[in-house]
Structures are given as C-alpha cells and as structure tokens.
C-alpha cells in the first residue's frame, strides 16, 4: 500500500511569506506526527495528532506555526511570516495508535519530508 | 514492532539521584537518538549518537554507544520531578523509525 506522502517535496520561499505543507497520512493511521529536522540534528518534535483528541501543540516554536488535521487523513501545517531560521526538513509520521499510556509508541512510518529554504 | 529491548522498564528514584537507563537493537546503525515522551504526548528528542561516536553529552544527560554490543546508556544526572516521563531508544530502519519498549522513570520529589 501507498505510504505516507508529503508535499511539495522542496519549497523556497522568500523571507516573510507564508508557506503551507502537506501530510497525506497511510490511510487508517490514526497518530500523526509532525518533526523539524536541521541537517545534522534530531528529529524537533512539533505537534501530534491522535485521532479526535485535542491535538499535542507543545513542541510549535512559535505562534507563527500551525497545523490542523482533517478527521484521520490530510493534515497541513503552515508557517506564517517564515524566517531564514525556519529552513529545514520538514518530516510528517503517521502510525496506527500512536502513544498510549505507559506503553511504547507504535513504528513511526514517515514520508519523504519537505525541504523548505528560506532566502 | 520494537526495534529491541530497554532496561528496566520501570525505574523509581529519588530527586537528585542519577537514572540510568539501556537500550539494545538489532540492526546496523547510522545513529541511535533518545526520545522522552510524557504519557499521551508527542516525543521529544532529547539526543543523537552518531555510528562512529562513543559518548556524548548535553546537559545533564549523558549518552553512550557501544556498536559492538548493539547497546546504548541514558544516564541522567541529578534527576528532578520534571524528568518524571517514558524515555526510548529509536533508531531508523529503512524509512521507519523503530523504537524501544522504553523505560517508565518516576522521580519523587
């Protein structure tokens, strides 16, 4: 079965614009995780979807971002006013549970990520 | 689904004290990263040991890799309630990350 899909794959943008990317998440996944990922650094978590509970938004580094997820399929997550600091791979995750209360999470399946330069 | 095994699997300490935690894996490494996750909240990526290094450091933590073994150490130096949360080893397979069965740390104040 298909995977899970992002886009665009790269996206440059000019200081101060907005930018939105795309998750299409392994259909019948009901987690959906949003990462950063500087070159050669760890995956920065950004915010997690589990199916209709409020979403986890503590890892957004600022008000300039946002994400929102459409029931258990598409979600978005847009960037306002980006700064040179904001480029970076943008890495979308889906799983079928997601975390649970003391258990460990499920395989993480992830898309291709979005490059996003910011000049 | 786990990439391999962490202990223990639940560690009770006292605030000040160190945690200690290990991971084992099965397969062939680029880099192994630790995640701490508060229970039904996203991962948050504490540190990344690359193939080729033997030990780093950032903060309080400190972290070892020995390819050898297939194992790796979480130590947490004087530990606080705050650090109260599920730690997991992770590394990536193909395109998945995998991770551990993580330890459950509880830090009483």
């Known amino acids: 079965g298909a995977g899970v899909s992002q886009s665009p794959s790269n996206k440059v943008t000019e200081k101060g614009k907005d930018v939105e990317l795309r998750c299409d998440p392994i259909?019948?996944?009901?987690?959906l995780y949003w990462y950063r990922q500087r070159l050669g650094q760890g995956l920065e978590f950004l915010i997690y979807?589990?199916?209709?509970?409020?979403?986890?938004k503590s890892g957004l580094p600022s008000d300039r971002f946002s994400a929102e997820r459409t029931g258990e399929s598409v979600s978005t997550l847009t960037i306002q006013r980006t700064q040179q600091e904001d480029s970076a791979v943008y890495l979308c995750?889906?799983?079928?549970?997601?975390?649970?209360?003391?258990?460990?999470?499920?395989?993480?399946?992830f898309g291709p990520g979005t490059r996003l330069t910011v000049l | 689904s786990q990439q391999g095994e962490e202990d223990p699997q639940a560690l009770s300490i006292q605030e000040g004290e160190n945690a200690t935690m290990n991971c084992s894996y099965k397969?062939?490494?680029?880099?192994l990263q630790w995640y701490r996750q508060n229970s039904g909240r996203g991962l948050v990526h504490l540190i990344l040991i690359r193939s080729n290094e033997r030990e780093k450091h950032s903060g309080r933590l400190r972290v070892t890799l020995d390819t050898s073994k297939k194992s790796s150490s979480l130590l947490i130096t004087a530990s606080r309630a705050a650090d109260t949360a599920s730690y997991f080893c992770?590394?990536?397979?193909?395109?998945?990350?995998?991770f551990g069965a993580g330890t459950r740390l509880t830090v009483k104040p």
């Open positions: 995750a889906s799983s079928p549970r997601g975390a649970s209360a003391g258990g460990p999470p499920d395989t993480q399946y």
């Open positions: 992770a590394t990536r397979f193909n395109n998945d990350m995998r």
């Open positions: 259909s019948g996944h009901t987690a």
């Open positions: 397969t062939s490494i680029n880099n």
């Open positions: 979807f589990q199916g209709n509970s409020a979403p986890d």
